[in-house]
């Protein structure tokens, strides 16, 4: 199975990154680098801020703010089922009765936050 890493922007949408993993292992890897990213990111911001803003209580609602912004941003690794494999179909036991379409069953997994 191949996995693909999905970012919930915001905690909640879901962006496709079109990143996808042949082991789990390395698709929480990739996870893992991204929030690394996002937390340099805060890091150097909360650094230049600092020396930036005069004022404490200014400094407090913007760092709450970029941290918001930045570190509410969580990677999840999904099945992806790619667009390469075939559905299977079962043959049908009765070849008298009449065939009526029946719509293929897809799984739709639902991307889970990781704290």
């Known amino acids: 199975m191949k996995w693909m890493l999905v970012v919930l922007v915001g905690g909640v949408s879901p962006v496709n990154t079109d990143l996808v993993f042949d082991k789990f292992s390395d698709c929480l890897s990739a996870e ?12 150097a911001w909360d650094r230049t ?5 005069d004022r404490r209580s200014d400094y407090r609602k913007a760092r709450d703010i970029e941290a918001k ?5 969580v990677g999840t690794c999904v099945p992806h089922g790619g667009g390469d494999q075939q559905p299977v179909v079962a043959p049908q036991q009765q070849p008298s009765a009449p065939a009526s379409p029946q719509p293929a069953a897809t799984p739709s997994p639902q991307p889970t936050p990781r704290p």
């Open 69 to 73: 912004r930045l570190l509410s941003n």
């Open 49 to 53: 801020a600092a020396t930036r803003i």
């Open 32 to 43: 893992e680098q991204m929030r690394q990213h996002y937390a340099d990111a805060f890091e």
